[in-house]
């Protein structure tokens, strides 16, 4: 079963992760030790539904761990997940991104 925006929304919540920052597409979150996660509240499908910072990527493993939990192989690019890195993708000016955390 795939997860929605909504209930990544509510896990986050219970695991003392605080809101940054919430818009119509994108919701921030901020754990206490000042990791950040974004969850894309357009996304329905749960592809790309839950996105880390490519800081934590060596990290990733745990995630994996999770049953029903995988992480994606190529990055998710947007401007507006501005609490993450930038890079070049296909323009020529850098792009916020960040890992995709699959729901299998």
Avoid at 20 to 25: N, R
Avoid at 50 to 55: R, T
Wanted: with cysteine; hydrophobic share 40%; charged share 20%.
């Amino acid at each position: 079963m795939k997860l929605k925006p909504q209930q990544i929304n509510q896990f986050l919540e219970n695991l003392k992760f605080s809101v940054v920052s919430h818009t119509d597409k994108i919701c921030i979150w901020r754990y206490k030790n000042g990791e950040y996660l974004i969850v894309n509240v357009k996304n329905i499908s749960g592809k790309s539904a839950l996105v880390i910072d490519p800081g934590l990527a060596a990290r990733v493993s745990d995630l994996q761990s999770v049953n029903g939990v995988s992480v994606g192989s190529e990055y998710i690019h947007h401007s507006n997940m501005t609490v993450f890195p930038k890079r070049l993708n296909q323009g020529g000016e850098l792009i916020h991104y960040g890992i995709p955390a699959l729901r299998i």
